[in-house]
């Protein structure tokens, strides 16, 4: 079975959308992460010219290694070798994306979605553009549609959630945190995320619980810039 990076989001947030301090850039755990990438440490597969899957396995590769201009070239030849290779389309978008090229990655997205409706990571990645480009509208839609397809996709509530939340409805965003946190109790991001809506509502007590939450959560994980971005948030909360 092939698989497509998945990528999460909120790319950067920053203390002053919390309406707290002006420029310290804080970035929430699994901010940019992108999963289902080949692991560097497998034997690469040999490339064969006729062969669409070898293609699409040389783009992973090169996009793990982020040689973009390169990936989007094997992408290509694998979406010209197989016209109907959506997972190629998904990465094909990751890689133009990754490279700036956003009205070509949303263009590759929506081709992968037109062979594939049902494609939960297609609409993912789409929602993600979308957010990246301040297009929350969009992105709720995206994402909306990624947590229908897969009931199960936390990726996609806390995203949905950043998204709500970045357009000012405050309660569909805290819900589906709290769907991402029923679905996965010990994800960080999640609680992160919740603790910064809470925040933006001057909700101080709910915020600090749910930073004080992730806090430990990501102790555990070792994730030291991420803990001291919490505490510099919850210590603003607490003496303001």
């Not at 490279?99 to 929506?110: F, K």
């Not at 709500?164 to 960080?188: R, T």
């Not at 925040?199 to 806090?215: D, E, H, M, S, V």
């Amino acid at each position: 079975m092939r698989h497509a990076p998945v990528r999460y989001a909120r790319q950067l947030l920053t203390l002053g959308m919390m309406g707290l301090i002006g420029a310290t850039v804080v970035e929430p755990t699994l901010a940019a992460q992108k999963s289902s990438t080949p692991n560097p440490n497998q034997q690469k597969v040999q490339l064969d010219s006729n062969n669409a899957a070898s293609y699409y396995q040389q783009g992973n590769e090169l996009y793990h290694q982020e040689k973009l201009t390169e990936a989007i070239a094997a992408y290509r030849k694998a979406i010209e070798l197989d016209g109907k290779y959506v997972e190629a389309y998904v990465g094909l978008g990751n890689a133009l994306d990754d490279n700036g090229n956003t009205d070509q990655a949303i263009a590759a997205y929506q081709q992968a979605i037109r062979l594939r409706p049902n494609d939960a990571i297609a609409y993912y990645n789409l929602g993600v553009t979308h957010y990246r480009l301040n297009k929350y509208a969009e992105a709720v839609a995206a994402f909306e549609q990624t947590t229908k397809l897969d009931p199960k996709f936390v990726s996609g509530f806390i995203s949905l959630g950043n998204a709500l939340d970045d357009m000012g409805k405050f309660q569909p965003a805290l819900q589906a945190y709290q769907q991402a946190i029923q679905l996965e109790p010990d994800n960080a991001s999640a609680y992160l995320n919740m603790g910064i809506a809470y925040a933006r509502q001057k909700q101080t007590k709910a915020a600090i619980a749910a930073l004080q939450k992730a806090k430990t959560l990501l102790q555990t994980e070792g994730s030291s810039d991420a803990i001291q971005q919490i505490e510099q948030m919850l210590q603003q909360l607490t003496t303001s």
